[in-house]
């Protein structure tokens, strides 16, 4: 269980501790707009529904997508990640007690030293799902590495619930510091080849794709875009390296694994938009030097490209220049 890279792993963990595993939902939060950005949310909804039961310890991996990272990617900060939850409705001081137990258990049979552990207290206080609560929420660090946190909400104005709790850690973190100086976005294989930012990019696209989000102008698909251009900007639109196509191959296994998702995977819909934004890169690079390509289709694959910036009066050692 040392990496945890599969997802049965922790799920084996939860099961024997009896928890009521929740399968993942997928990435769009509601119809098209909002992505789920940690593992409680969707346990919340289904148990306003009525799809949970009351006095059930509950266990979801949850991946999630937080968009306030895209431009800060780095070691530790990613777009998309897995929130692993646990979490209960109407309980005592004393079962949340025993769900923070079985989480500090689970790290020291993973290898987490317990003098390493710390932690800090604070009152938080917010509103979900239209929802006033608040209450103690303690952070967890390993080796001054926030690995999650833990929250028991007291106040809460809803008729159905009198108290819950939210204990949420992040996979690929604990992971990060069970393997000490390796990336933090290291799946199958070491990928120090690429950037940090290059690989928070790939794996954030991976997981809306096998998601089905597909990009678009608008809505959810907005963000599938947005994060291709991004891509296509940090790699100067030049065309995806064997080391980009491996990273791509292993967060399209990761992300299957951990969604619970058995389909073929189409991977033409990545590398598609992925040339589209290049080409649009490419082609405003080239109307700005003063060459007429600004008609050109931007939706047509490399090699064709390159024939009709031919046709349109671009040199070809300037071309050669710029599709690589």
Known sequence: MKNILFSKDIYNYFKEMDYHIVNPFPIVNNKDTVFYSAGIQPLL??????ELEDKKNLFIAQPVIRTQYLDVLSEGTSLAFINSTTAKFNLSENEYLKLIKDWLDFFYQLGL????LTSCCDFYEDKWNNINLSGNRTFYYYNNIEIGDTTFFTRIDNEKIDSMC????GIERIRWCINGNKSYFNLFSDSDKLSSSEKGLISAITLL?????????????YRARLFSKKLADLLSSSKLKVEDLKYFKECILYWQDWQKISDAFDFSIIENEYERNCNSNIINMLVNEGYKVAGININIPWN?????LS???VPKERIKKIIR
């Not at 794709?209 to 698909?221: E, T």
């Open 113 to 116: 030293e317990k003098r390493n």
């Open 304 to 308: 064709e490209m390159q024939k009709r």
């Open 209 to 221: 794709a096998i998601c089905g989000v597909k990009p678009s102008q608008k809505n959810s698909g």
């Open 166 to 169: 939210d204990l949420g850690f």
């Open 45 to 50: 909804n289904s148990y306003l529904n009525d």
């Open 311 to 313: 046709s349109s009066g």
